[in-house]
C-alpha cells in the first residue's frame, strides 16, 4: 500500500514538473508576442502627429506622384556602437582606480607558499573584503531617469573590458560554482551554442579557472515550486569551492503569488515553501558549510540579483491583486542575502540589460528574458569585472 502511494506521490511531482515547464514555454512565448506589441505601440505613440498625416495618402490628387524610395536605415553593429562609450568608460575606470587608492584596507597576512590569510582561513586570491561598490546605493528609478538601460549596460561593458584587460591577478587555481536557471544553462541557444556561448564558460576562459556550471532550465529558489528548487540543490556544490555565485529568481517571479511569497522581516520570514524563507534557508546553509564550518579555505559567495524582464511584469499584470512584482523579489534579495556574507551583483537596480529597452532587445535579450550569443559576452564580462573589482591589487 506504502508503494502505491509512494508511485502516486511520484507520478504527481513529475505532472507537475511537466505542467511548469509548459507553462514557462508558455510564457516565454507570450513575451515575444507582448515585446513586439509593447514596442510596436511605443513606436505609434511617438510619431509626430505631422509624420502621420504625412504618411496618409491623400483623399483627392489630379497627379499620382511617384514615391520616393528610402535607403533602409542600416543598423550599426554592437562592436560599432560599443566604441561610442570608451570615452565614458576612461572616465569610470579612472573613478574606479581613485575610489580603490582611497579605501583603506588591512594589511592581508600571507603564508609561506603565497596565500593569503582571510578571517583566519587560507585563501587562493587576496579579496578586498570593503570594496566600494559604484552607485551602490541608487536603485533603478533613480538610474532609468539619467539614461537608458542600453547606454548603461554599453557603457559599463566598456568599463568591464578595462578591468580585464589591466588585471594581473592568477586565478589559473580558483574553482567557481554557479547555480542558476536557464540564464545559467544558456538553454535558449541551440545544443551547440549552449556549450560554446553559456556565461559560465565565457568567465571561465575570461579569468582562466574552472567554473562548474549548476545551472537548470526552469529552476527556482523556493521549494514552493518543485521545479528543481535551489535551497534543495545547493549542496550539489562541490567542497574544494573557492568561489559560489548565486543567480537566482527570475522564475520564482512567474509562479509566486502574494501569500507564498513570505515576509521580508527576519522575525517572520522563516517559513518553508516561501521565497524569503527558502532564501534565507539557502543563504544561511551556504554560510554554515562554507565559511562558518569550513577551515580549510576562505570563500567568496556571490549573489546575482536578477536583471529586470518583461516577461515578469507581463505576468504581473495579468493578476496584480495577487501577484508580486520583480522589485519586491529584489528588494527582498537585497535585505536577505548580504547579512549571510554575500556581495550582490545588483543586476536590477542597475538597470542592466533591462529588456523593456528596445536596443536591449535588439541587440542582447531577444526574447526579453534570455540574453543571446552577444548578451551572454556581456554579461560573462560584467560578472567576471565584478569579482576582478573584489580583488586587492598585487604590489607593483
Known sequence: MSNEKENRKKGSESLIRVMCFLLGVLLTVSAVLIKDRFFAGLKKAVIEPETREANEPEKVAEVQEEPVK???EKKETLEEISETYTAEAEVMYQELVASVENNETEPVQTEDDGTYIIDGKPSKINWNTSYPLLSEEYD??????????????????????KVIANNTVDFSDVK????????TAATNLSEENQAKYNYPKL????????????????????????????????GEIPEDVDVIIIFGGTNDCLFMNKWNFGEVEYEHRMTSGTFCGDLDEMCSGIKYCFTEHNDDRYVKLFYINPMSTILNDAVYSIDPGNMVQQSTFAAAINEIVPPYGFDVIDLYNSNYMNSHDEEVNHFLVNDGVHPNEDGYRLLAEHIASQILQRVNKPAE
Open 140 to 161: 533603478q528609478e533613480w538610474h532609468a531617469a539619467r539614461e537608458t538601460s542600453f547606454d548603461t549596460t554599453m557603457k559599463f561593458n566598456e568599463l568591464d573590458k
Open 70 to 72: 528610402e535607403e533602409p
Open 203 to 234: 568567465l571561465e576562459e575570461i579569468l582562466g579557472c574552472e567554473v562548474v556550471n549548476l545551472g537548470i532550465g526552469g529552476s527556482v529558489v523556493s521549494r514552493c515550486v518543485p521545479n528543481f528548487p535551489m535551497v534543495d540543490r545547493w
Open 176 to 183: 567557481i560554482a554557479i547555480i542558476g536557471d536557464s540564464i
